[in-house]
């Protein structure tokens, strides 16, 4: 299984911010963070700038009764939904929090303009070591980060490729649309998406933050924002397969 959850409005929001860019970058950090915590069962591959890739794959347990090595269920349906649901729950909640502290800079207050999307397929994968950093590739890695050049025209949604979709399209909720890109290198595969607003609507509303956390978290936000500020910290770099 192959997981990205991609922060929408990210580019405007960091350039448009130079002033209080140290802000910016520690609150998408900080939400990046909340989101890898809420998927609990996958793998973080890497952080690409306004991205997480993750992935999960079968791992083997005890033999069963004639002796062979058996694995866990492949990855459904279901399961990426539920993951998806936690990571915008997660992402949503430390997004209130940023836009609701008492900071006044630009990178704080407009925090609540960035969405979140998610792009998943199933398939084969290679690993790769290269200065004691282990990556994924091949085509199916590939795949996956074309597919995040789609034309949905949502800002928050579940894209599901066709590969996974048919493993069980029957456990998606609401209303379900199909998209046919022309992926560069690929060509035209199909893919299916859901609103994520569909599939967490019968969550209870978001608390609201109280003012001691509200103080709390701005003083965070100051705090972590020092080193970039002073310069003894970079930006992170959006960087993905080609």
């Not at 998806?84 to 502290?101: D, K």
């Not at 100051?222 to 930006?235: N, Q, S, W």
Request: include cysteine; aromatic fraction near 6%.
């Amino acid at each position: 299984m192959l997981l990205i959850a991609d922060i929408g409005g990210y580019t405007d929001y960091m350039s448009s911010h130079r002033m209080s860019l140290a802000h910016a970058e520690v609150n998408t950090a900080r939400m990046l963070d909340k989101m890898i915590d809420a998927a609990p069962g996958f793998d973080l591959i890497e952080i690409e700038g306004d991205a997480a890739f993750l992935s999960r794959q079968a791992q083997s347990r005890e033999p069963d009764v004639c002796g062979t090595d058996a694995r866990d269920p492949d990855p459904t349906v279901t399961e990426i939904l539920q993951v998806a649901v936690a990571m915008h729950r997660a992402f949503h909640l430390e997004r209130q929090n940023v836009a609701t502290n008492l900071c006044p800079c630009a990178g704080c207050k407009e925090a609540g303009n960035l969405k979140l999307k998610f792009v998943a397929h199933v398939g084969d994968v290679a690993t790769q070591t290269i200065r004691q950093r282990h990556k994924l590739v091949g085509i199916d890695v590939i795949l996956v980060h074309r597919l995040l050049k789609n034309p949905v025209t949502i800002p928050e949604y579940v894209l599901l490729s066709e590969e996974l979709y048919l493993t069980d399209s029957s456990l998606l909720p609401g209303a379900v649309h199909e998209i046919a890109p022309e992926l560069e290198g690929i060509g035209t595969v199909r893919a299916y998406f859901v609103d994520v607003g569909d599939l967490d609507g019968t969550l209870p509303p978001l608390p609201a933050p109280s003012w001691r956390g509200r103080l709390g978290r701005t003083f965070a936000a100051a705090g972590l924002g020092m080193p970039y500020m002073l310069g003894l910290r970079r930006p992170r770099n959006a960087v993905s397969p080609r």
